[in-house]
């Protein structure tokens, strides 16, 4: 049974207990959380952190829970918007044992420049406030034009430096500073000690340099301040009883009036402070206090669960106490701390972030064999320190034509920080490139002034739980209703009857049972792209016709303004070495489309007739550079129904194409084309022929065989292409009779990246300006395998290459690794 199920039910089992009890103490709290509410997130690593229009973004999802890899989940939802919040993409891909997924995003050529957000959440996630998603926003550069500076969610160009800082990515000044002044613990406290974080951006989100000073109500100094590190920085003061207090901030615009939160009467302050193998607090109160001679409980959690529990006291004599959690055997993430009182009611809370030594994976890069010639191959290992398994993914990118930008997230970032807190963190990298004490004090400020808080404790010990409509039910789920053909009446208390036929050649009779409502749940299904659903229901009176469901479809949720705080177009000298090879490689592209038009126009002549079979075929089948070109066609959907009788298509093809030669038997046959190997799709997607020889022929409809050369293959196809197209839709078969049809949509399909092999002269003739020379991310190590082989073939030009790993091993350890390899 699904896990996500099983917290569904222990969940519903609480609230009914709850009804006799009222009031859930801390303990049991923190148990329910922990049990019930896992956290789960997501991260994307893409082949490259930028991106032309007519590019395909490749990613490898990793999802997360608990200080390792998830198994909470067995879909991931992953989108596209654009700079103003309308999807542009939206893809569901499953997810394989060890939490991973694979994919790929196309960005139209159509596409206008400008700001985009990738985001990516599951079906649990989905139960919880979206800021929790993934999303990493990126800018997009049209074909043929020089990138401008654009400000976020806006069309006009506008010039940009920064105002911390300097250098690439720089932004414009402006003239909206936003500083927050935020006490440590949540409050401050009349006439006790209290620190205080603050945080200074711009209009864009992005951080400012401030200087300032705290005044009091009279006007009196009380002290001054200044950020230390992208904005952020702390003081402590005593805010006295009657007064008031207001922050000078001077910014490189002006100077801002800033009240200070107003200080509680009465409280407890909890300070905490990092220190080896653990943290130090602190607790506070005035020697007035009536939280004085009561019992404080002070609780520590990570990921839900409960790691560290103590029981203290304040008197008026010693009104404040300090602890000391050790954090010496915890795994890496954010320690919530919570104070409580007696009656058990949240006081203060803070987070810090625990960062033990051996948080990596700490693979290392050989360079067996270098080669920056043109379309060179080049040779290199990854080396792994131990044999726990790792779950691994790679790209390689042109160094010279792309400088990732400094904010974008790595593996390290997005699952241990920027996934547990709200808002975007600038240079969200930065924190993890190294241990130094300076680092470390600057991502407690980060944990001090972002938004952190995933629960309301007050109401959780009231039994207001949140709702958990979403939960995911073992692969593909639908839910629906059953209604008579007028749709006016459910049809209640059956059993639905269900023939599953997917375009994948997906089989499956499904058996659901109907509620009084109606209600069914089709779940446990594994399909890609589509399926046809032939069903009826067994009930005395309802004929199959005379029943229609009615699917629920799973809500969209608005990608909020917010998401783009931080972000700016690049400036114009930023990216031209990028947008100058991007721009190439979509000429180069264009030309051998302009060559292959050329070719068709010579050497087919088009009159005016109604189209035949294969020619309506060909308009169901073939997309973009599939469609037409100079090709011989078979058609298996109304002719050639004596193919089903050969053991393969390339059986069926031998002897039929001018210049084609099959030869061999399985598992050894060979085809050339004008004495080179053809370039095989299935479903236009790049495979091998052992992928072609495994696809029954009764699931044909539809081959081309296109003479070279053939530009939807890398390199323009020297040497032809095959092109197979299994049955989808009424091809498949006729409607069955009887009985009503409902499609539904499956997985979506995993393409494979094409990289290309340059071993004939003839692929070595065509230009090559690829910026991602390899994007593998089905990568394994460990268990006997402590190496993983890269290889790969260079473009044209490039004498530098960013090599970035990424991935995480069965202990929950997190690799990055990222290098640049060249010739001096």
Not at 89 to 99: D, I, L, S, T, W
Not at 419 to 447: C, E, K
Request: charged share 20%; net charge neutral; hydrophobic share 40%.
């Amino acid at each position: 049974m699904n896990k996500i199920f099983l917290i569904v039910m222990l969940l519903a089992a609480v609230c009914c207990r709850l009804n006799a009890q009222q009031r859930l103490g801390v303990d049991s709290l923190f148990r329910i959380v922990g049990d019930s509410f896992p956290r789960e997130n997501v991260y994307l690593h893409t082949d490259k952190d930028r991106y032309m229009a007519g590019d395909t973004i490749w990613f490898k999802a990793y999802l997360f829970s608990g200080g390792t890899s998830s198994e909470l989940s067995t879909g991931v939802h992953v989108e596209l918007f654009n700079a103003n919040g309308r999807v542009v993409q939206r893809k569901y891909y499953p997810v394989f044992k060890g939490g991973f997924a694979l994919g790929e995003l196309e960005c139209k050529d159509s596409l206008p420049e400008g700001l985009y957000t990738l985001r990516a959440y599951t079906e649990w996630m989905s139960n919880f406030d979206p800021a929790w998603f993934y999303t990493y926003t990126f800018p997009l550069y049209a074909v043929s034009t020089t990138p401008v500076n654009v400000k976020q969610g806006s069309s006009n160009p506008q010039k940009a430096s920064s105002p911390e800082g300097g250098g690439p990515g720089a932004h414009a000044p402006l003239k909206d500073i936003s500083v927050q002044f935020l006490p440590e613990g949540g409050d401050a406290v009349t006439d006790v000690l209290t620190s205080v974080a603050f945080r200074a951006t711009d209009e864009n989100g992005l951080p400012v340099k401030v200087t300032g000073r705290i005044v009091d109500n009279l006007d009196t100094l009380v002290m001054g301040f200044q950020s230390i590190h992208d904005g952020m920085g702390a003081f402590e003061y005593t805010p006295w009883k009657g007064m008031t207090y207001t922050a000078i901030v001077e910014t490189p615009y002006g100077q801002k009036r800033i009240a200070l939160p107003p200080a509680r009467e009465d409280g407890v302050v909890l300070n905490a402070r990092l220190v080896p193998q653990g943290v130090n607090f602190v607790l506070r109160a005035d020697t007035l206090s009536r939280y004085l001679n009561q019992s404080l409980h002070i609780v520590a959690s990570m990921y839900g669960q409960k790691v560290f529990s103590a029981k203290t006291s304040l008197t008026a004599d010693v009104a404040e106490t300090s602890g000391f959690i050790p954090t010496g055997k915890f795994i890496p993430g954010i320690l919530t701390i919570t104070l409580f009182d007696k009656d058990e009611t949240p006081l203060a809370e803070r987070i810090v972030f625990i960062r033990p030594s051996d948080i990596r994976i700490n693979a290392s890069l050989s360079v067996d064999t270098l080669n920056t010639d043109s379309k060179g191959l080049n040779a290199w290992m990854l080396h792994f320190p131990d044999s726990a398994r790792s779950f691994v993914s790679v790209s390689v990118t042109d160094a010279d034509a792309l400088t990732p930008g400094e904010d974008r997230p790595t593996i390290l970032s997005g699952l241990l920080l920027s996934g547990d807190l709200r808002g975007h963190i600038y240079h969200p990298a930065w924190y993890f490139l190294n241990d130094a004490d300076s680092t470390q004090q600057a991502l407690d400020l980060v944990m001090r002034t972002h938004g952190w808080r995933r629960f309301d404790w007050a109401a959780l010990q009231q039994g207001n739980f949140p709702a958990v409509p979403f939960n995911d039910r073992n692969f593909l789920s639908f839910k629906g209703q059953a209604f008579t053909e007028s749709g006016k009446k459910v049809v209640s208390n059956t059993t639905l009857n269900i023939f599953l036929r997917g375009s994948d050649s997906t089989k499956k009779f499904i058996f659901t049972p109907v509620d009084s409502m109606g209600n069914f749940v089709l779940d446990n299904l594994l399909f890609f792209d589509t399926a046809s659903a032939f069903f009826q229901v067994n009930k005395k009176g309802y004929a199959a016709k005379n029943v229609q469901l009615k699917m629920k479809p799973f809500p969209s949720f608005p990608l909020t303004a917010d998401v783009l705080n931080g972000t700016v177009f690049p400036s114009v000298a930023e990216d031209t070495a990028f947008t100058h090879s991007g721009n190439r490689e979509a000429e180069l592209l264009a030309g051998l489309r302009r060559l292959q038009k050329a070719k068709e126009l010579k050497e087919i002549i088009i009159r005016g007739h109604k189209k035949t079979p294969i020619e309506e075929l060909d308009d169901r089948y073939a997309s973009g550079l599939f469609t037409g070109g100079v090709s011989q066609s078979f058609d298996f959907v109304n002719d050639n129904k004596q193919a089903v009788a050969y053991m393969d298509i390339l059986s069926f093809l031998q002897g039929r194409i001018a210049g084609v030669q099959i030869s061999g038997a399985p598992p050894n046959v060979t085809v050339k084309y004008r004495g080179g190997t053809p370039a095989f799709f299935l479903d236009e997607m790049n495979t091998d022929i052992d992928m072609i020889e495994s696809v029954p022929v009764a699931d044909i409809a539809y081959v081309k065989v296109f003479q070279p050369p053939f530009v939807g293959a890398f390199g323009g196809g020297g040497n032809g292409a095959i092109a197979i197209y299994t049955r989808r839709g009424g091809d498949q078969t006729a409607e069955i009779e009887g009985l009503n049809r409902l499609k539904l949509a499956g997985y979506s399909t995993i393409r494979q990246f094409y990289a290309p092999v340059y071993d004939n002269k003839k692929d070595n003739a065509i230009p090559d300006y690829r910026i991602t020379l390899d994007w593998a991310p089905f990568l394994f190590a460990g268990r006997g395998n402590q190496t993983i082989p890269i290889r790969f073939y260079n473009n044209d030009e490039s004498k530098h290459f960013r090599i970035v790993a990424e991935g995480v091993d069965e202990n929950g350890k997190l690799l990055h690794l990222e290098q640049v390899v060249g010739k001096p």
